[in-house]
Nanobody, 122 residues
Framework: QVQLVESGGGLVQAGGSLRLSCAAS????????MGWFRQAPGKEREFVAA????????YYAESVKGRFTISRDNAKNTVYLQMNSLKPDDTATYYC???????????????WGQGTQVTVPS
């Protein structure tokens, strides 16, 4: 079992940046691939970014490619999502998740955090 706690959300103007963090506790963090997903009001949850266990492979949704960067620090049991050039469409609750295999599909992830809100006013 692994527990995940997100932080770093907030309100930021369009064009600004935020860095989300997800701290993991419990079983060995380095044994998990990590993903970020988001859900806007009235919309389904969508994939944002994923990172392999070693950090050598990354995957991004087309809508965030070139603007967001996922990374991990296994020594700190933390995964990050650096978000630049934020847009109003990025407004959502962002969730980190852990899986034994890297995937862009939410159903592959067994462990989820509680979410952190990101708001980009239009």
């Amino acid at each position: 079992q692994v527990q995940l706690v997100e932080s770093g959300g907030g309100l930021v103007q369009a064009g600004g940046s935020l860095r989300l963090s997800c701290a993991a506790s419990g079983r060995t963090f380095s044994g998990y691939a990590m993903g970020w997903f988001r859900q806007a009001p009235g919309k389904e949850r969508e994939f944002v970014a994923a990172l392999s266990r070693s950090g050598s492979s990354t995957y991004y949704a087309e809508s965030v490619k070139g603007r967001f960067t996922i990374s991990r620090d296994n020594a700190k049991n933390t995964v990050y999502l650096q978000m630049n050039s934020l847009k109003p469409d990025d407004t959502a609750t962002y969730y980190c998740a852990a899986s034994l295999t890297v995937s862009t599909r939410g159903r592959e992830y067994r462990h989820w955090g509680q979410g952190t809100q990101v708001t980009v006013p239009s």
